[in-house]
């Protein structure tokens, strides 16, 4: 009998984005993801983290938070954010609801919300890069596709050998 849970890393990073040049057909741009964009954005954020009044950057369900006839409930809080050449990570405080929607199997995958295309860098062509991060929802659809799941149920084997939990 295997694993009933679905398992965090070990390390408590999640990815909230690939690299990679994505359509938005609401917004009609294309996002690129790059790592200058993850290191800005990465940058932008602990500008913000030092404000003593900074709650991180809220993880909602499935973008509730962005619709005001829906709850804002909070899965969890964003603590940490990297840059990474895969993309952007994230260290995330759960909440009880949040992580009992991750560990059991509920929401899979992360969505990231930036701000309109004219709070982003204009990069011509119909294309933009995010500057920063407005916030990000557990989902199963996501509009960037690529993303590695927040929890799995079976341990993955990494590059050096070793088994590690994803």
Request: glycine share 12%; aromatic share 8%; net charge neutral.
């Amino acid at each position: 009998m295997g694993n009933k849970d679905f398992m965090l890393a070990g390390d408590g990073w999640v990815q909230v984005t690939p690299c990679g040049e994505f359509p938005h057909v609401g917004a009609g741009v294309t996002q690129v993801i790059d790592r200058e964009a993850c290191d800005r954005i990465a940058a932008n954020f602990n500008t913000r983290k030092s404000d003593d009044n900074f709650p991180g950057v809220l993880v909602d369900f499935d973008h509730f938070s962005l619709d005001t006839e829906k709850s804002s409930e909070a899965a969890g809080w964003i603590s940490d954010l990297e840059s990474r050449k895969t993309g952007l990570w994230a260290r995330v405080r759960w909440s009880d609801a949040g992580l009992s929607a991750v560990r059991g199997g509920r929401f899979r995958l992360m969505s990231p919300v930036f701000p309109p295309p004219s709070a982003c860098e204009d990069l011509g062509g119909g294309k933009i890069r995010p500057v920063m991060l407005v916030s990000v929802a557990l989902t199963n659809e996501p509009n960037i596709k690529g993303g590695r799941p927040i929890a799995n149920r079976e341990p993955v084997v990494n590059r050096g050998g070793d088994a590690k939990k994803y």
